[in-house]
Every structure is written in C-alpha cells, then in structure tokens.
C-alpha cells in the first residue's frame, strides 16, 4: 500500500505523469471532473479525443495533458449506477485496471484518480472506494516492476477524504 496516497483537491492542480479523467463514452467532453479537465487543458484536448472514436464503460484511452500540469490524461467512462446488480461493481473495477495498464504502457510512474462514477453518475462513495482500492493493490501485486511509484486517490470534498481514509485503514489492517 506505499505507493498508494489520498490526497483532497482538484486533480486539474496535479503536476504527475497521469491524470484520469471520469469521461462519458463519447469523449467529447461533459460536467464534473470532465469539464474541469477539458477547461484547463484547452481545445487540444478535445481535438485529440475526437479521433478517438469514444470509448466503451471500463476501456481506458490516453491523450496528451495539453495545459495542464499532468503530462497524460487517461479518460475511462465509468458505469451509470442503477441498481447495483447491472454490472457496475465489475465495470467499475475494469476502469481502475485499465488504466493502470494505460498508464505503465506510457511509462507514467505516477497516476492520479478521481472518485469514478461517484459524482453525475450516482455510484456509492464508500462501495466504489472499495473497488477502487481492491483494484488498484492488485493490479500493483500482479505487476510487479511495472514501474509505477506513486497512485494518487483524489477526493473532491472532506467527506469523500474521511471515507477513504477510513477504507485505507481498514485494507490495512
Ligand atoms: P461521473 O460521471 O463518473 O460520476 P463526475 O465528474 O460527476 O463523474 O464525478 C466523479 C468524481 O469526481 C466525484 O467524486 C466528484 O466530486 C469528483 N470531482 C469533480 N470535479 C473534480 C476535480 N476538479 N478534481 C477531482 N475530483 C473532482
């Protein structure tokens, strides 16, 4: 768990090798961390996403950062919540391996997260931090040498920060 880190804040600020963006599968740009993302990384980005051709829930596309600090950013569309029992926990923790993959294929030896899918798209803060962090130790336990030092958990609000501290300890233990 030494590489992994929670931190409060706008991830838009992190100077590291891989932001990840909370996309919609169009790519084309949306709310939330989305739009805070494409703002400040100007009409660059968009220009290379649209070549993209979108991208399915839990699949993970890099692009360049363009004006922001991060040098990459990883766009997963995650799952819409529904009722909890449509796939969501599975798709949730294929967005967290994915790009992970995406990010040591790029040579990134630091990524950043946002809560995927816990803000537009309604999943439960405390379940997907779960995953979050089931999905980001096992992917650091089956690779290892991947080169990646340093996985950042961004919390957007002092709750979410309380929540997975409380997750971190309790994995620790
Ligand atoms: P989704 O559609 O996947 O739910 P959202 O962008 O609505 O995506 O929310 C995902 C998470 O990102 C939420 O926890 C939200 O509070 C958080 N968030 C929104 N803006 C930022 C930001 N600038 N930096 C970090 N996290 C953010």
């Known amino acids: 768990m030494g ?10 600020e992190l100077k590291v090798d891989a932001i990840v963006n909370a996309a919609n599968t169009s790519l084309l740009g949306g709310g939330g961390v989305d739009g805070a993302i494409h703002r400040k990384a100007g009409p660059g980005l968009l220009e ?9 829930a839990g699949e993970a ?14 766009h997963t569309p995650g799952p ?3 009722d909890g029992k ?23 030896q630091s990524i950043a997260f946002p809560a995927i899918s816990t803000g537009i798209y309604g999943y439960p803060i ?7 962090f089931s999905a980001v130790t096992e992917f650091l336990k089956t690779h290892p040498g991947c080169g990646m030092k340093q996985v950042i958990f961004v919390c957007f609000s002092s709750r979410d920060l309380g929540i997975y501290e409380e997750i971190k300890r309790q994995i620790e233990q």
């Open 61 to 74: 596309k890099i692009t360049g950062g363009y004006k922001l600090p991060a040098a990459h950013v990883i």
């Open 126 to 132: 405390r379940e997907a931090a779960v995953i979050a």
């Open 3 to 12: 590489q992994i880190e929670i931190v409060l804040g706008d991830i838009t």
């Open 86 to 108: 449509s796939n969501e926990a599975v798709i949730l923790k294929k967005c967290y391996i994915n790009s992970m993959q995406r990010a040591v294929e790029a040579g990134c």
């Open 80 to 82: 819409i919540y529904r």
């Open 48 to 56: 290379e996403c649209r070549k993209l051709n979108g991208c399915a």
